[in-house]
């Protein structure tokens, strides 16, 4: 009966190790995946203040509705704090807003840098310094999701490998 325990705790600590190595590898999925959609948003944002001569509030407002989760959400969130008559700086908005985005995507803490990076140029007048800090950052994002790109095997793997040497270290233990 002891043995019986013992493989199904063996049996259980394996499982959860391996689906905890899914899980983290569905994470850097996740974030490579975010890593387009803002690319492809910042893409938009460009042509609507560049070609459509839109405010922000109605970039915001526009983007918000042909954009999935999380980023619906967080365009939407600009837009309304933008539009809304409480307004404040448009940094102090971008700041806060970017936040939220940070705890509801799988955006790294430099994906979200890269995007605060945009405060000061993006709630200026001049179009143009705001479609150049656009493509600033659509280049630093390119170069992180080009850079995630080609590590993500390699990290896909060391997690799966630790979490089977971990499992099988508690296992030896167990016996």
């Known amino acids: 009966m002891e043995l019986l325990f013992k493989v199904a705790g063996a049996v259980c600590v394996v499982g959860s190790l391996g689906l905890y190595a899914r899980e983290r590898s569905e994470k850097i999925d ?10 492809n948003i910042l893409l938009q944002l460009k042509s609507e203040l ?3 001569s839109s405010t922000l509030p109605e970039c915001f407002g526009q983007l918000s509705k042909h954009v999935n989760e999380p980023f619906d959400k967080w365009l939407f969130n600009l837009h309304a704090e933008m539009e809304s008559e409480r ?12 936040g939220e ?6 955006l790294a803490d430099g994906d979200i840098d890269l995007l605060a990076e ?9 179009v143009d310094a705001s479609v150049k800090a656009i493509d600033y950052v659509l280049l630093r994002l390119e170069e992180n999701r080009e850079l995630l790109k080609s590590e993500m095997y390699q990290k896909k793997r060391v997690i799966v490998s630790l979490s089977l040497f971990v499992g099988l270290i508690t296992v030896i233990l167990l016996f």
């Not at 996740?30 to 690319?39: D, F, G, K, P």
């Not at 945009?118 to 001049?126: N, Q, R, T």
């Open 30 to 39: 996740m974030r490579l995946t975010h890593l387009m959609q803002i690319y």
């Open 50 to 52: 560049k070609y459509m």
């Open 87 to 98: 307004t404040g700086r448009f940094a102090d908005i971008w700041l806060d807003k970017l």
């Open 101 to 106: 985005l940070k705890e509801e995507s799988s």
């Open 118 to 126: 945009l405060m000061d140029k993006l709630g200026s007048a001049d």
